[in-house]
């Protein structure tokens, strides 16, 4: 067992012990939830135990729901009718605040859900972007909204208002990026937040703990925990919320729902769960598709939504891609996630092993075989890539999502059989197409962007770049997601309208010349 650097050391335990609500951070004093790793730090297997979690129910629910409705104060409160320059500082004043806790969340990152240290430090730094790319995505916003349009004899002023209360629910995957992918938009356009952590990258969020609340007033972000059903379904059935927010399962998120009593006033801001293929054609350059494919199929151990899930081969290269594959994948290094050139780290569910297991079991059992020597091999907090083919409709792994290290691939003939494959799934996020041949490009791509939403053309599906719209159909997506797109998935346009007569007009440029609105001014924020 290689020794843990110094700085990367668990030398004191991390107790959080308070909640953030109303502006407040209140003591915990009820019973809590353990955080442990699945990294072991010694030389017999033991889950490493990092500190303690508020475990809250529906009181703690039903607190940050009245902290939330009082912000929002029926469109009166402070948050919502606030100058967008103003907001815009509180969030600048909240990322300049959140940058000087980059290391301590960094190590939290690896050890909680053991992302290496690389792509933990590379998520940190993209988040910071993010924040700084929604605010100019504001201003721009701004900008073009600060202005009257005149239209048959009616004066008007156009922006976009907020809607009210907002459940934020992120994921365990992207406890920071993804979840501030939805928090961070939601909150600079006036709406007051209740936010709850996934179960695991809980502890990483408590350095921002502060920072939050001194950088918006009491009620704009609400900070709270414990178990799903224990407090987001309360929340819930309260029917306070206006926006559920939520980047994980569709099962949850069909739960969350069913329990707002005015579902039809619920607006859906939804990143769920995907299936997306990679189809590697006759003509494909095999050296950057495999490449592609390893990076799409196996960073963060697969444990992405825009993870490869399935690799559909055509016949004619099977054989060399297969092997050629298998072999890349078996050099793949694993370690703990502040190793060098680790690729491959332990994974943060204690019971997955045993599910992915299932999977390559269960595919076995109808006619896959394990193809790369090192698949399958088995610890007690981890479980090295299988490479499984031939591939069928009758495995589990075609149709579950597996979220894993576990890469199934299926041999095609005509074109069609991918293609009708992905017209059955219930997934439409991304596909990855990889070949050379515009003729035989062009028809695809022309079809293929009417089943998902996003083609990669000779390269792995991905989130990024954040200007770029992140959606899906069918049961991969709710509402699009980007540093424009958000902005709008979390407002709704609204409107002063008058007519164009002498005394409007007059009460229109007194309202401007005095500032004594928030909402008619045409202030241009630099």
Same mark, same amino acid.
């Given at each position: #067992?290689?020794?843990?650097?110094?700085?990367?050391?668990?030398?004191?335990?991390?107790?959080?012990?308070?909640?953030?609500? *109303?502006?407040?951070? %209140?003591?915990?004093?009820?019973?809590?939830?353990?955080?442990?790793?699945?990294?072991?730090?010694?030389?017999?297997?033991?889950?490493?135990?990092?500190?303690? =979690?508020?475990? #809250?129910?529906?009181?703690?629910?039903?607190?940050?729901?009245?902290?939330?409705?009082?912000?929002? *104060?029926?469109?009166?409160?402070?948050?919502?009718? #606030?100058?967008?320059?103003?907001?815009?500082?509180?969030?600048?004043?909240?990322?300049?605040?959140?940058?000087?806790?980059?290391?301590?969340?960094?190590?939290?990152?690896?050890?909680?859900?053991?992302?290496?240290?690389?792509?933990?430090? %590379?998520?940190?730094?993209?988040?910071?972007?993010?924040?700084?790319?929604?605010?100019?995505?504001?201003?721009?916003? &701004?900008?073009?909204?600060?202005?009257?349009?005149?239209?048959?004899?009616? /004066?008007?002023?156009?922006?976009?208002?907020?809607?009210?209360?907002?459940?934020?629910?992120?994921?365990?995957?992207?406890?920071?990026?993804?979840?501030?992918?939805?928090?961070?938009?939601?909150?600079?356009?006036? &709406?007051?937040?209740?936010?709850?952590?996934?179960?695991?990258?809980?502890?990483?969020?408590?350095?921002?703990?502060?920072?939050?609340?001194?950088?918006?007033?009491?009620?704009?972000? /609400?900070?709270?925990?414990?178990?799903?059903?224990?407090?987001?379904?309360?929340?819930? %059935?309260?029917?306070?919320?206006?926006?559920?927010?939520?980047?994980?399962?569709?099962?949850?998120?069909?739960?969350?729902?069913?329990?707002?009593?005015?579902? /039809?006033?619920?607006?859906?801001?939804?990143?769920?769960?995907?299936?997306?293929?990679?189809?590697?054609?006759?003509?494909?350059?095999?050296?950057?598709?495999?490449?592609?494919?390893?990076?799409?199929?196996?960073?963060?151990?697969?444990?992405?939504?825009?993870?490869?899930?399935?690799?559909?081969?055509?016949?004619?290269?099977?054989?060399?891609? /297969?092997?050629?594959?298998?072999?890349?994948?078996?050099?793949?290094?694993?370690? &703990?996630?502040?190793?060098?050139?680790?690729?491959?780290?332990?994974?943060?569910?204690?019971?997955?092993?045993?599910? =992915?297991?299932?999977?390559?079991?269960?595919? =076995?059992?109808?006619?896959?075989?394990?193809?790369?020597?090192?698949?399958?091999?088995?610890?007690?907090?981890?479980?090295?890539?299988?490479?499984?083919?031939?591939?069928? %409709?009758? #495995?589990?792994?075609?149709?579950?999502?597996?979220?894993?290290?576990?890469?199934?691939?299926?041999?095609?003939?005509?074109?069609?059989?991918?293609?009708?494959?992905?017209?059955?799934? *219930?997934?439409?996020?991304?596909?990855?197409?990889?070949?050379?041949?515009?003729?035989?490009?062009?028809?695809?791509?022309?079809?293929?962007?009417?089943?998902?939403?996003?083609? *990669?053309?000779?390269?792995?599906?991905?989130?990024?770049?954040?200007?770029?719209?992140?959606?899906?159909?069918?049961?991969?997506?709710?509402?699009?997601?980007?540093?424009?797109?958000?902005?709008?998935?979390?407002?709704?346009?609204?409107?002063?309208?008058?007519?164009?007569?002498?005394?409007? &007009?007059?009460?229109?440029?007194?309202?401007?010349?005095?500032?004594?609105?928030?909402?008619?001014?045409?202030?241009?924020?630099?």
């Amino acid at each position: #067992m290689k020794a843990i650097p110094q700085e990367y050391q668990i030398k004191k335990l991390l107790h959080q012990d308070t909640y953030l609500v *109303n502006g407040e951070l %209140k003591k915990w004093n009820g019973g809590t939830t353990p955080v442990f790793s699945t990294i072991s730090t010694t030389t017999d297997y033991q889950p490493t135990l990092l500190g303690s =979690i508020p475990s #809250m129910g529906i009181i703690e629910a039903n607190e940050a729901v009245a902290a939330a409705t009082e912000a929002y *104060n029926n469109g009166q409160g402070l948050w919502p009718t #606030m100058k967008v320059a103003d907001r815009i500082k509180c969030m600048e004043n909240f990322v300049t605040l959140m940058k000087t806790h980059r290391s301590e969340t960094v190590k939290l990152l690896m050890w909680e859900i053991g992302k290496s240290l690389t792509d933990s430090q %590379k998520e940190f730094d993209r988040t910071v972007e993010y924040i700084y790319d929604t605010i100019n995505s504001l201003k721009e916003l &701004n900008r073009s909204n600060a202005r009257f349009t005149k239209v048959q004899g009616i /004066n008007a002023m156009v922006r976009r208002g907020p809607l009210g209360v907002v459940l934020c629910l992120g994921p365990y995957n992207y406890p920071l990026n993804e979840t501030f992918s939805l928090l961070i938009p939601a909150l600079i356009m006036g &709406n007051p937040v209740i936010f709850k952590p996934a179960k695991h990258g809980v502890l990483l969020l408590s350095p921002l703990l502060q920072a939050f609340k001194e950088s918006f007033p009491k009620g704009a972000i /609400n900070i709270i925990y414990g178990r799903g059903r224990d407090v987001a379904s309360p929340i819930m %059935k309260s029917g306070k919320v206006d926006i559920l927010a939520l980047i994980g399962n569709s099962k949850s998120a069909i739960a969350l729902q069913d329990q707002h009593p005015n579902k /039809n006033r619920l607006r859906l801001i939804l990143g769920l769960e995907a299936k997306n293929p990679a189809i590697i054609l006759p003509d494909a350059d095999l050296d950057l598709a495999i490449q592609e494919c390893i990076n799409g199929s196996l960073s963060f151990n697969g444990q992405r939504c825009t993870a490869l899930k399935l690799l559909y081969v055509h016949e004619s290269i099977a054989d060399e891609f /297969n092997i050629r594959f298998a072999n890349k994948v078996d050099e793949l290094i694993y370690g &703990n996630p502040w190793e060098e050139n680790v690729f491959l780290t332990p994974l943060p569910e204690p019971n997955k092993t045993d599910y =992915i297991k299932s999977l390559i079991d269960d595919a =076995i059992s109808k006619g896959a075989k394990v193809i790369n020597p090192k698949g399958g091999i088995q610890t007690e907090n981890f479980i090295f890539p299988a490479v499984l083919h031939p591939v069928n %409709k009758d #495995m589990r792994v075609y149709h579950e999502e597996q979220f894993g290290p576990v890469v199934p691939i299926i041999t095609f003939k005509d074109i069609q059989e991918p293609l009708q494959d992905m017209a059955e799934s *219930n997934y439409g996020q991304q596909v990855s197409l990889f070949g050379t041949d515009i003729k035989t490009l062009a028809p695809l791509i022309d079809g293929l962007v009417n089943l998902v939403c996003r083609v *990669n053309l000779n390269s792995s599906c991905q989130r990024g770049p954040d200007v770029f719209p992140f959606t899906g159909r069918k049961d991969s997506a709710v509402g699009t997601l980007s540093t424009h797109d958000a902005l709008r998935s979390f407002s709704i346009r609204t409107f002063v309208a008058s007519k164009d007569n002498a005394d409007n &007009n007059t009460i229109l440029q007194e309202l401007l010349n005095s500032k004594q609105s928030n909402f008619i001014n045409t202030d241009y924020i630099l």
